[in-house]
């Protein structure tokens, strides 16, 4: 039994992210993170005022939109927070419906209910603002078989999709918000959306003196959708989220997680192609199979890629963030395999940062 039975959710739609040049930052999505490119619009299918790429990867699908002139709203976007996701769509029933119900409990309305059609049938939209600059954009697509979107064309200037790395879903999409707001926004999923807070997290909130941030995860009824919502906090160094909200010019998309069912393999066929991970300094696996316990994958492949484990009361997970994909410090990817464990790596705060003070011990540093 959910509690947002009033709204009813199928899954993530796609994440659009804006920024200053999408025909280069498709490229980067293809070739370092192995997307296929699915469908694109611009002044060729008759959309004057902006370029965007479609692509996808198992289920994710990510658009790449960029401004085509100075008054576009894009470029705005572009200077104010640099390249940023702007809008975590989801994929409902009826998005008239959704857009109502969401508006009736307080969300504020950014685009009415509406259809665009073509050729391969329409597609029902709307949209509503959450923290920051950021939407939610319903998205009804029932009664469409096209590449995309009405007005985007299919789109496959490489030939052949590209075989993948092996990302398969998106798992979590955590936002950033100011010192303070966590609990407002939580409460806002919770109003708005019918989420709730996920069981693990109930009463309690991540806070070290090394991450310094506070976290909340909100999720669907059926725990399809996943929103962690962090808020700096008081440490012994500024705050990671304190210095995105500087960059960013405010809340925003943090990271996006997506699944891989073979992260040894998905993580090294990244690495091959570029993709820059945060480093695991070596002493954090002097103990981690202590801390994890048994796991199926080899530990050498993961203490040689630099991937981390963590475990709860419901099984393992393994992990890896990577490093900020663009020159302002603000958005990032994870990448994430579940074996059981519905959380989201928390000991792995704890233990990272201890290793790096062992390894500055050891350099008489500490
Ligand atoms: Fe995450």
Redesign the pocket.
Known sequence: MSDNDFMPIDGWDHVEIWVGNAKQAAYFYESAFGFTRAAYAGPETGVRDRASYVLEQGEIRLVLTSGLRADSEICRWAAVHGDSAKDVALTVPDATNAYRQAVQRGARGVAEPHWVEDEHGRVELASIATYGDNVHTFVNRGEYTGAYLPGYRSDSPNGNPSPGVGLISID?V?GNVELGRMNEWVEFYERVLGFQQLAHFSDEDISTEYSALMSKVMTDGQGKIKF?INEPAEGRRKSQIEEYLEFHGGPGVQ?V?MQSNDIVKTVAALREHGVLFMSTPDAYYDVVEERVGEIEEDWGDLRKLGILADRDEEGYLL?LFTKIVQDRPTLFF?V?ERHGSRG??IGNFKALFEAIEREQALRGNL
């Open positions: 979590h955590v962690p990271h997680a992990q994870e994430i989201f790596g």
